[in-house]
């Protein structure tokens, strides 16, 4: 069995590489304005939180990378399964992703970024709690809305999990994850 950590490939060049850990869960967005590729994956140590990471990419050279990977979530706990977006009204991108705390209740999370700064990938403004309450909130997807500025973000709510699985260097395990709701939030 290959126990070598996973790193985050793009076009066949390294833009991540997770040393002892596991990056798991890449994804990507598009920012053709600066010709940019928005990269984030989830980072998995062999115990201990998650944290979900982010980096920029040239588009015409995928090896070649602006600055170093961005921790975005804040806060103790997991922070796992990113999604990112590119709003080209806004020109920046904005990423979702889930939050477990230390008493197992998931929240929404999504930040701002500027993928055009060639020193790297910056954050603009805060970490919002897009989601959360009484009620477990998790596995964002977001969207560029059709009103000029605005992302869409939907969400499950109320979520169970059954005939739950696991392999090395999964995210959350596989079986059923179903939420008795799904919800959006229009962001501007």
């Not at 996973?6 to 390294?14: F, K, P, Q, V, Y």
């Amino acid at each position: 069995m290959d126990t070598d950590p996973l790193d985050i490939m793009l076009a066949g060049n390294r833009v991540a590489q997770g040393g002892s850990d596991d990056l798991v869960d890449p994804r990507i967005a598009i920012d053709p304005d600066s010709e940019r590729i928005l990269v984030t994956w989830t980072r998995m140590p062999a115990s201990g939180a998650r944290d979900v990471e982010a980096i920029l990419a040239d588009l015409t050279n995928p090896g070649t990378t602006y600055g170093n990977p961005l921790v975005l979530g804040t806060g103790s706990g997991d922070h796992l399964r990113a999604w990112p977006v590119y709003n080209e009204d806004e020109e920046e991108g904005m990423i979702g992703w889930s939050r477990k705390d230390g008493n197992s209740n998931w929240t929404v999370r999504t930040r701002r970024v500027d993928t055009a700064a060639t020193a790297g990938l910056a954050t603009v403004g805060p970490e919002v709690q897009t989601a959360g309450g009484t009620d477990d909130e998790s596995v964002p997807t977001l969207v560029v809305a059709s009103v000029p500025g605005e992302v869409a973000v939907f969400w499950l709510k109320n979520i169970t999990q059954t005939k739950a699985f696991t392999y090395v260097a999964m995210v959350t395990p596989l079986g059923d994850l179903r939420g008795q709701e799904i919800w959006l939030q229009r962001i501007k």
